[in-house]
RNA sequence: UGUCUCAUGGUGUAAUGGUAGCACUGCAGUUUUUGGUACUGCCUGUCUUGGUUCGAAUCCAGGUGAGACAACCA
């Protein structure tokens, strides 16, 4: 019997292909009942979404069958890693809600690893190849003619094992020299034409310092460090799927009598309409200042996503929708939104705010007279009470919830029509004025004293209700908001656009003469908010008490909006 | 003229030879002191041609389309 330690966890009743396999696994009794994982990070760059699908996934399998998934830092390139990643790399993971079991790096199994290249080398297996890479890549041939061999092909074992330990020891160039398993030139496989097992890589790596001049590739290190490390399921991404041959070619090699052998499962990454999703595109947006940064929340990586407001609850359910398949297609943004609309609909305090701010008076109350009046800081969640709010004869509201010449379902302010001020009073609008241009700067209207919220009046409707601030009352704030970062919904099927020609030039709109309530003077960083009518906003890193800043996460649904979008076209 | 892989509504994902379902989107409506939320209803789908079978999205064969692979990257 197959024992499901999290079944309900997941809420899902269904199995992707991936658990399935898992639990024929277990059913037929293989590796002992044992489920070891890994996520397998390069120490290059940030994680971004695409990772957390992953991050999920590897550690999820652990959690469900009661199995361990360890973090292991692929760091077999020191020319391109450095430990600046590796701390927001297990940041991120923390952030996101895993733990990892073990704490590995690929670089302490090199040892191990060099000596399994030495025991190739004896075999007759492996050997040192004097040429230089272009020499090297011309004779590989292409997807549809054979290679050609190497002149260096059948050097002896003593020969290359001299040759190898020198290449170690230091005596060789870069590039000099690389070590190549001896397989097949002509193998239908492109990764069997003698792949490269080693480089010379003169430089201090992060953990081993000067210790190695040779350092495995990829496929040289993967599969064994899995070896090495009973990792009994491999999960990686579908363009793993040609490295999968020789990735069962050296374990089998490499394990002897045992019957253990870890298993490469391959499933579909994550790509999103309008997200740039590679990690050279995304440096290539950080280096030319296209984005403020690695962190920037335009950016879909883990920790762009965070500072814009995004919870950890809402990706991991984005995660959990999508799936996991063998199927290269695009998820359509609106899904990560609704996930995050979803997750913060049920805990942001509602507050609120004044994006576009102008004036509006109520004539007939008194001047000076204030009154606070309570109103839910969530109406999902009464439990969490009321916060009061102050109501004032001048007050701030939206650009557009003022029309001069309204259309009959516009349920907004228009010369002698009615709104309810949100926990306040219904007002009729008695005029406006504008400014040189024509631009409407000040809207007058007249409150209706009996029509105070809670009062017994329940007569009097209206169909609109709008939010406000008081402008003796409010605060001052900006507010950025943010829109797809390319034009383009799947830029892969641009084939002959660079994507930098696809970015929006309007993906970040800063609004420096935002109002808002009183009360947000004490919102913490990345505290989450929704300032009612408009979106989830949250405060970003950048605020400080003089000038507060808040970061647009998602706006609300919008029917008015959309309505009034069709109308204008 | 290679190897590997994939194909179910607009998007993603189930159905494991036996009623094509779910989520998102869209549309319509109910509720609403957020044009939000919640709730209800509707639209839209098995790439194609054969075969096996009482029965095929599922198995088999051919076609079509798409993707990955030719870094001293991972």
């Known amino acids: 019997m197959i024992e499901v330690v999290n079944p309900e966890e997941t809420g899902k009743r269904t199995l992707n292909f991936i658990e399935q396999i898992v639990e024929n696994d277990l059913a037929a009794g293989k590796n002992g009942g044992r489920i070891v994982t890994r996520f397998p990070p390069e120490p290059n760059g940030y994680l971004h979404i695409g990772h957390a699908k992953a991050i999920c996934l590897d550690f999820g399998i652990a959690k469900r069958y009661g199995g361990t998934c360890n973090l292991r830092f692929d760091d077999t390139n020191p020319v391109k890693e450095d430990v600046e990643y590796v701390d927001s790399i297990m940041e991120d993971i923390q ?9 590995y790096y690929a670089s302490d199994y090199f040892g191990q690893l060099y000596d399994f290249a030495l025991d190739l080398i004896k075999r007759g297996l492996a050997y040192v190849d004097d040429q230089s890479a272009e020499t090297i890549a011309q004779q590989k041939g292409t997807p549809t003619t054979p290679g050609i061999n190497s002149p260096y092909r059948d050097r002896t074992p003593e020969e290359n094992l ?10 060789f160039e870069e590039g000099s020299r690389v070590l190549r398993a001896k397989i097949d030139m002509a193998h239908s496989n492109m990764h069997f034409r003698d792949p490269l097992m080693y480089r010379i890589l003169k430089m201090s790596h992060h953990r081993t ?71 050279r595109k995304m440096l290539q947006l950080v280096k030319e200042g296209r984005v403020a940064g690695w962190d920037d929340p335009r950016m879909p990586t883990l920790c762009g996503l965070r500072r814009r407001g995004y919870t950890p609850e809402s990706i991991r359910n984005f995660v959990d929708s999508i799936g996991y398949t063998k199927y290269d297609g695009v998820i359509d943004v609106g899904l990560l939104e609704h996930s995050i609309r979803e997750d ?12 576009n701010p102008i004036k509006l008076i109520v004539t007939n109350y008194p001047e000076g007279q204030v009154e606070w009046n309570a109103t839910d800081i969530n109406p999902e969640d009464k439990a ?22 309204a259309p009959a379902d516009y349920y907004r302010l228009s010369v002698g029509r009615e709104v309810r001020l949100k926990n306040a ?16 700067t000040t809207v007058t209207c007249e409150y209706l004293p009996e029509t105070k919220t809670g009062q017994a009046n329940a007569k009097h409707k209206v169909k609109g209700t709008i939010h406000y601030v008081s402008t003796s009352h409010c605060l001052d704030a900006e507010v950025r908001l943010y829109d ?76 008015w909006g959309k309505i009034a979008g069709k109308r204008a076209q």
């Not at 969490?384 to 010449?405: C, H, K, N, Q, W």
């Not at 009073?425 to 409407?440: N, P, W």
Request: with cysteine; aromatic share 12%.
């Open 95 to 103: 952030w996101l809600g895993f733990q990892w079991d073990n704490l």
């Open 484 to 559: 797809r970062l390319l034009t383009v919904a799947n830029p892969a099927e641009e084939k002959d656009r660079d994507f930098m020609d696809m970015l929006n030039p309007d993906s970040l709109t800063v609004l420096t003469h935002a109002k808002v309530e009183p009360v947000l003077a004490a919102a913490k960083t990345l505290d989450s908010f929704q300032f009612t009518r408009l979106g989830y906003f949250n405060v970003d890193p950048d605020s400080t008490s003089d000038r507060l800043i808040f970061n647009r996460t998602v706006s609300l649904k919008d029917t």
């Open 425 to 440: 009073y219904i007002v009729r609008c008695t005029g406006y004025e504008t400014d040189a241009e024509g631009l409407v």
């Open 162 to 171: 001299d040759l190898f330990t020198r290449m170690q020891a230091g005596e």
């Open 384 to 405: 969490l009470g009321t916060r009061d709010v102050p109501f004032s004869r001048a007050l701030y509201i939206e650009r557009d919830d003022f029309m001069i010449d």
């Open 344 to 355: 913060l609909n049920k805990r942001a305090p509602r507050v609120s705010a004044v994006l």
């Open 209 to 279: 310092g000067d210790t190695w001049n040779v350092y495995p590739l990829y496929d040289f290190a993967h599969g064994q460090c899995d070896f090495f490390e009973g990792i009994t399921h491999s999960l990686c991404t579908l363009e793993f799927e040609v490295h999968r041959p020789l990735y069962d070619y050296f374990v089998e090699l490499l394990k002897g009598e045992d019957n253990y052998k870890p298993r490469q499962i391959e499933f579909n990454r994550l790509n999103i309409t309008y997200m740039v999703m590679s990690k």
